[in-house]
């Protein structure tokens, strides 16, 4: 009987140690712990530099209007307006009658509408905007009057595109993807089903001059249309633009942008970056040779509000006409030489006069 008695006390007091000891991994164990002794595991968790840069804490008013005009994958489309793009100050249409005409006209455009963030730069652009019922939001700028139309290069207009460059890079921090939009971009296909679905291109802007090749630092960009993602990268992107403001006195955005670019810093930064073509998405300096596969029109290599929307009156007159015939005659449809894009004349009349040598004034 004593036999038995010790042995059954060994077996209990073993079992306890192995009780113990499973308890301890239990209480211990944690998601690093588990890379340890996994190391093939594949963590999809963001990086701690991620998650110190995306901005957390209480939605303002800002993060409530990009959760409502969001997409599932947390992607918006961005264009800014003032008074003299909603209002215009004359009869007729405004340019955001025509940039929100563009989608109605559009191929698979309309439902997009419902993921437009519109950035008001004044109260009037945000009063507009609400009557109209999309999504809306005040650009807070004190003590400047973004209101009335800038013209190109004008120093209120680089003041401007500045504003919008470091807005844009708080839309990021917010863990927001986006679409840039210059108002006077005529949508019209969907530009989701032309850009990339690699999750590696980090940015995807348009061109003025597209010269064959997507990842070519020789092609000549344009800001006013860009598809951008929100990454450590990205955002590291737009802060090093931004902090390069102060330091190219009289240069637009665009111009820095270009100069970090043959600088070298897409590199460093890590960025994939690949330029669109404008067969695709195109513009008044290169049209796009094929109504067949134009997605957007850029009223780019233009001066003047007043040109834009006589010169963009006509590019949608000519794709209902492009449509109407099409749908009458399915034998045209792959005919990609016989529509012609009308000459941007008041356009090309915006220019003369204009000093190209002279300073900022």
Avoid at 20 to 31: E, K, M, Q, T, V
Avoid at 196 to 224: A, H, R, V
Wanted: proline share 3%; glycine share 6%.
């Amino acid at each position: 009987m004593d036999y038995y008695s010790k042995n059954s006390v060994s077996n209990l007091a073993v079992v306890a140690a192995m009780f113990a000891g499973f308890l301890y991994l239990c209480i211990s164990w944690s998601p690093s712990a588990s890379i340890l002794f996994f190391p093939t595991q594949n963590c999809q968790c963001p990086s701690t530099k991620l998650s110190e840069t995306i901005m957390t804490g209480p939605k303002d008013e800002l993060e409530m209007v990009l959760e409502r005009a969001s997409m599932v994958n947390k992607t918006v489309i961005i264009v800014m307006v003032n008074k003299a793009y909603a209002d215009g100050g004359s009869p007729g249409k405004t340019m955001l009658d025509l940039f929100l005409e563009g989608f109605w006209v559009g191929d698979e455009t309309r439902g997009l509408v419902d993921h437009i963030l519109l950035v008001a730069m004044d109260q009037i652009a945000f009063d507009r905007c609400k009557f109209m019922k999309l999504h809306c939001y005040k650009l807070e700028t004190e003590g400047v009057d973004f209101g009335g139309e800038k013209f190109y290069m004008s120093r209120e207009f680089i003041k401007m595109m500045w504003r919008r460059t470091l807005f844009l890079g708080d839309v990021l921090k917010r863990g927001y993807s986006f679409i840039f939009t210059d108002m006077d971009v005529m949508w019209l296909r969907n530009p989701f089903v032309r850009l990339s679905g690699n999750q590696t291109d980090d940015l995807q802007i348009s061109c003025d001059e597209f010269n064959g090749y997507p990842e070519s630092k020789d092609n000549l960009i344009n800001t006013g249309f860009y598809f951008v993602r929100s990454n450590n990268k990205t955002i590291a992107l737009f802060d090093s633009w931004y902090d390069m403001k102060d330091s190219s006195p009289g240069m637009k955005e665009q111009d820095v942008l270009i100069k970090m670019m043959h600088l070298g810093m897409f590199e460093q930064l890590g960025l994939r970056v690949r330029f669109l073509d404008t067969l695709y998405f195109s513009g008044f300096c290169r049209d796009s040779r094929d109504f067949n596969a134009v997605t957007t029109v850029h009223a780019n290599c233009c001066r003047s509000m007043k040109a834009k929307v006589v010169d963009l009156m006509a590019v949608l007159r000519d794709w209902t006409k492009y449509k109407r015939v099409t749908m009458k005659y399915k034998r045209l449809a792959g005919n990609s030489t016989f529509f012609k894009w009308s000459p941007h004349s008041a356009c090309f009349k915006s220019w003369i006069g204009f000093n190209f040598s002279a300073p900022v004034p």
